[in-house]
């Protein structure tokens, strides 16, 4: 039995997600709770697919101020666009491997991306399916 932080009701261990970083190798949150926070955070998904849809009609319907997006995000992140080019051009030349499934949660047939943690380092790149990526950067944020 463990007691959850958030909900402070006593559950079962397997009511607990794993986590490596603790010392009982249990979330604090049960799974329950765990579930709430993350729909409450990461909204709906169909929301996010009407947004992508929305964008994407945006970006072919003005190509003129879509590529001026793109010219004033090259730059303000020179290094990014750098770092980004320089693991397309590897994975290109086979110089660089790009596994099928993601490192951090193993889902596989699905888009992988790598994540830089260091932009100067433009070849040592995490694996990343999309949502474990934007994770990633809001927790960077």
Same mark, same amino acid.
């Given at each position: 039995?463990?007691?959850?932080?958030?909900?402070?009701?006593?559950?079962?261990?397997?009511g607990f997600g794993k986590n490596k970083g603790k010392k009982d190798g249990l979330n604090w949150w049960c799974k @329950?709770?765990? @579930?709430?926070?993350?729909?409450?955070?990461?909204?709906?998904?169909?929301?996010?697919? !009407? !947004?992508? @849809? %929305?964008?994407?009609? &945006?970006?072919?319907?003005?190509?003129?101020?879509?590529?001026?997006? !793109?010219?004033?995000?090259?730059s303000k992140h020179p290094d990014r666009v750098r770092a980004g080019n320089a693991v397309r051009g590897a994975v290109?030349?086979?110089? !660089?491997?790009?596994?099928?499934?993601?490192?951090?949660? %193993? @889902?596989? %047939?699905?888009?992988?991306?790598?994540?830089?943690?260091?932009?100067?380092?433009?070849?040592?790149?995490? &694996?990343?399916?999309?949502?474990?990526?934007?994770?990633?950067?809001?927790?960077?944020?």
């Amino acid at each position: 039995m463990k007691l959850c932080k958030k909900c402070n009701q006593t559950k079962a261990v397997s009511g607990f997600g794993k986590n490596k970083g603790k010392k009982d190798g249990l979330n604090w949150w049960c799974k @329950a709770c765990m @579930a709430d926070y993350h729909r409450s955070r990461h909204g709906d998904k169909r929301v996010i697919k !009407l !947004l992508n @849809a %929305g964008r994407k009609r &945006w970006q072919l319907s003005q190509p003129e101020a879509y590529k001026a997006y !793109l010219d004033r995000y090259k730059s303000k992140h020179p290094d990014r666009v750098r770092a980004g080019n320089a693991v397309r051009g590897a994975v290109f030349r086979g110089t !660089l491997d790009k596994p099928e499934s993601c490192l951090r949660c %193993g @889902a596989s %047939g699905v888009r992988i991306e790598g994540h830089h943690h260091d932009y100067s380092k433009p070849l040592d790149v995490e &694996w990343l399916c999309r949502p474990c990526h934007a994770a990633e950067h809001i927790h960077d944020r």
